[in-house]
């Protein structure tokens, strides 16, 4: 996991270091090396993706020229913040280090998980969760990723009744994924007050460009409107489809995915198909970006 960007690029490299250096661990080693269940521990692969996705930003930053807007899904709004300037970058890792250790807490006291429901519109899903939920067990729409894909989260009973009714309403399919909590649904209120006074003491400036916010799909450009956002992003659904949708009213068609993997490439595909987007995340793709 980035581990080719680092040893072709210094520029990298350095934001690897700076990390380490600020949280006092390895991650280098987690996210090259693992073992696997180590890196994907939240309190890991939460860092670990800050890291990866703004040592390719500083490297393609230049060949970026003017952007327009960003957007991050859940964790990756960090980053699209920490490029734009919102956050710097050393208050970012250890934000995201802390706010992964509380999802983690959250997710021990109170036990939640997860749930990928495809081939049913929004509105079938939210009923979905409102006929599993019972007073003391929760079930939410937890991420509007694309059309016909809504993950939906909560406690475990609650949950695992969402499933069976989403597969007698004609869902494609409906089925737990393996997380260690359950992310943005009430579940998280704890993690979020916590959050709350972790980020009191961190400066947030005006981005330099405007980031959407999952909470509302709504273009941010004040710093303490960023702050606020960011802490009830943990117990608010991720609105990527209607995010992706004001981005996209504004005129924008080409998008760049910065970091690992592309599944928001492929998300925005299913939500325009005209759209244009582009990944870049490892040495052969940022080589590639930048000659062209």
């Known amino acids: 996991m980035g ?58 930053a230049e060949a970026l020229g003017d952007v327009q807007i960003a957007a991050g899904h859940s964790l990756g709004e960090f980053s699209a913040h920490v490029a734009a300037g919102t956050l710097d970058f050393a208050s970012a890792v250890k934000t995201v280090r802390r706010r992964g250790e509380l999802m983690h807490r959250s997710g021990e006291a109170r ?12 509105e079938d899903v939210e009923r979905v969760c409102r006929e599993a939920s019972v007073p003391g067990e929760e079930c939410v729409p937890a991420n509007y990723n694309a059309p016909g894909q809504v993950v939906i989260s909560g406690d475990v009973a609650a949950v695992e009744r969402a499933i069976g009714i989403a597969r007698s ?7 737990r ?14 993690a979020e007050r916590e959050l709350a006074a972790h980020l009191e003491s961190i400066e947030f400036r005006d981005p330099r460009f405007p980031v959407v916010s999952n909470v509302t799909a709504e273009p941010v450009s004040e710093g303490a409107v960023a702050r606020r956002l960011l802490i009830h992003q943990l117990t608010a659904p991720v609105r990527w489809v209607a995010s992706m949708r004001t981005i ?9 995915e910065l970091g690992p993997g592309s599944v928001l490439s492929g998300l925005l595909k299913r939500i325009d198909g005209n759209a244009r987007a582009q990944t870049v995340g490892t040495a052969t793709e940022i080589e590639a970006f930048i000659g062209a």
């Not at 350095?14 to 696997?36: F, H, N, T, Y």
């Not at 309403?169 to 089925?175: E, F």
């Not at 994924?177 to 704890?190: E, I, K, Q, R, Y």
């Open 3 to 60: 581990r080719d960007v680092a040893e072709r690029y210094p520029a990298a490299r350095d934001v690897w270091r700076e990390a380490e250096d600020v949280l006092g661990i390895a991650l280098s080693r987690i996210a090259w090396e693992g073992p696997e269940e180590e890196l994907t521990a939240t309190h890991n692969a939460q860092p670990a993706i800050l890291v990866h996705s703004i040592a390719v930003y500083r490297v393609v």
């Open 248 to 256: 996209l009213s504004a005129g924008i068609d080409r998008f760049i």
């Open 111 to 122: 036990p939640g998980t997860m749930a990928a429901v495809l081939g049913l519109a929004d």
């Open 177 to 190: 994924l393996n997380v260690s909590g359950a992310f943005h649904s009430p579940l998280m209120a704890p």
């Open 169 to 175: 309403a004609g869902a494609r399919r409906a089925l």
